[in-house]
Each structure stands twice: as C-alpha cells, then as structure tokens.
C-alpha cells in the first residue's frame, strides 16, 4: 500500500521540506559512542565533534577529527582527513568496500570510523525528507504495539547509490507524526546487525524538528528489541543552519 500520505504528514512533522532545504548545510554538534564502536578500538573517536551536513548531496565534514587541527570528510562514499590548510592526510576512494577485508573483523582505523560515523549522521539527519526524492521506494506495514504505544510503519527502500546502513528500512512513527523507531541492518558490520535505533528527546531547532537523543539496540528475530547491551548512543547538542559563504570549521 502507497505510504505517500502517512511520508507526507511525518515530512510536516518533522518541519517540513522547505525547512529542510532552506540552507546547503547544517552545523550538527554532536557526540557518539556505545560497544558497537568500542569493539572496534574507536572508544572516543566520535566525542564532540561538529558536524557540517550537506542538505544537497551526501556530504558530512567532521571537525576535530581524527584529532584538533585536521577534520575529517565524507563525500559519496569517498573519506579523506585533511589538515586545516586543506591538505589531504590520509584517504580512501571505497569506504565500504574496504570494510569487508579481514582486518576489519577486529578493528577499525580512523577512515572507516568516519566513513560508518558520517554516512549514518547524513541518512539520520536527511531522515524523513529524502524519503520524498527520487529513488527511494515507501510502503506502509501493519501498525506495531510496542510498551503501550501503537505505532504506524513505513518501509524505505534505499537507492542503490546512496550510502546507508541497508536499502530495505523500516521507520516506526507515533500519533504525532514523529518517528519513533528505526529499523535496519547496520551491515558495516555485517549481515547480523539487526539495529533497533530509537528516536527521544525531540527539540525545535528553528523550523527543524529533531531527536536530541538516539538509542541503538540489538533487532530480535521477532521485531522486539533487546534492552542490553546498548550498541550505539548518540547525543545531538545543537543544531543550527550555515551559510553558503561559510567557510568549512578548521
């Protein structure tokens, strides 16, 4: 069944398209941690950075990172840390591709840390308002009962060439058309990463609408999530818009 009419009342809830495309980027202040990360030897990798997030394409910039005086950057899949001056440290032209090889199993460096770290904000953030544009497949499911709330679904199929989590999602919204829960495989680390990400804390940033506060857990094979252990935590300190003759953070 479309989902174009229950997409179009969680696109006005979230604040609107207009309000999503009223400037090229967003300064995100965030911080994020949880095992997911730590079993990766990336304990403190992503603690109070500021994110630049592009409404236009899918591009992140993150500063400090991996550490003050370099920034890190996401742009279509491709990764590079630069120093201030904008000289290219260190890069990598497929992120993704690289973290199948073995030693990704065990650990991650500071390129695939930002490559998971800056394509999830961009999909987070750009959530719902991509859910609109072209490519993207929406359906709705059966209504969910979860802890006394009945919530209403919709599927996403994600184009192929954009740089997600998996291309089959699922978004859970409430009587406010808020979202409330996010379902997908997070299958950067592989094919039995069923993630129950939870939206709280919801703050009018300007026109934007936006959860101060997502919790990631483990998907049981039944739909229920898992209340330990908590795979991601991430914190959203302030949100406001840049303009298009800022200058990226150094």
Do not use: C
């Not at 069944?1 to 995100?28: D, K, N, Q, T």
């Not at 491709?78 to 030693?103: F, M, N, Q, W, Y």
């Not at 857990?217 to 991601?232: E, Q």
């Amino acid at each position: 069944m479309s989902g174009v009419p229950l997409l179009a009342e969680v696109i006005e809830a979230h604040g609107g398209s207009e309000a999503w495309r009223a400037s090229p980027e967003l300064e995100v202040k965030v911080s994020a941690g949880g095992l997911a990360v730590a079993a990766k030897l990336q304990r403190s990798g992503l603690h109070n950075l500021v994110a630049r997030v592009a409404t236009d394409q899918q591009r992140v910039v993150f500063t400090p990172y991996p550490r003050r005086g370099h920034r890190g950057v996401f742009e279509q899949g491709a990764v590079r840390i630069e120093a201030a001056d904008g000289r290219v440290i260190h890069e990598r032209a497929h992120a993704r591709d690289d973290l199948k090889s073995p030693r990704r199993l065990l650990w991650w460096d500071t390129l695939d840390l930002l490559y998971f770290g800056a394509s999830s904000l961009w999909t987070y953030v750009a959530m719902p308002f991509i859910f609109a544009e072209r490519g993207f497949d929406v359906s709705t499911r059966d209504q969910w009962v979860e802890h006394g709330h009945v919530w209403r679904r919709l599927a996403v199929t994600f184009p192929a060439d954009l740089h997600t989590h998996s291309r089959q999602q699922v978004v859970y919204v409430g009587d406010d058309g808020l979202i409330r829960r996010h379902d997908y495989t997070a299958e950067e680390f592989g094919a039995w990463a069923a993630s129950a990400h939870y939206w709280f804390d919801y703050h009018a940033f300007d026109a934007l609408i936006v959860p101060r506060q997502r919790r990631v857990f483990v998907r049981r094979s039944d739909g229920r999530s898992r209340s330990h252990p908590l795979l991601v935590w991430i914190d959203v300190h302030d949100v406001a818009r840049v303009s298009k003759h800022a200058q990226p953070n150094s």
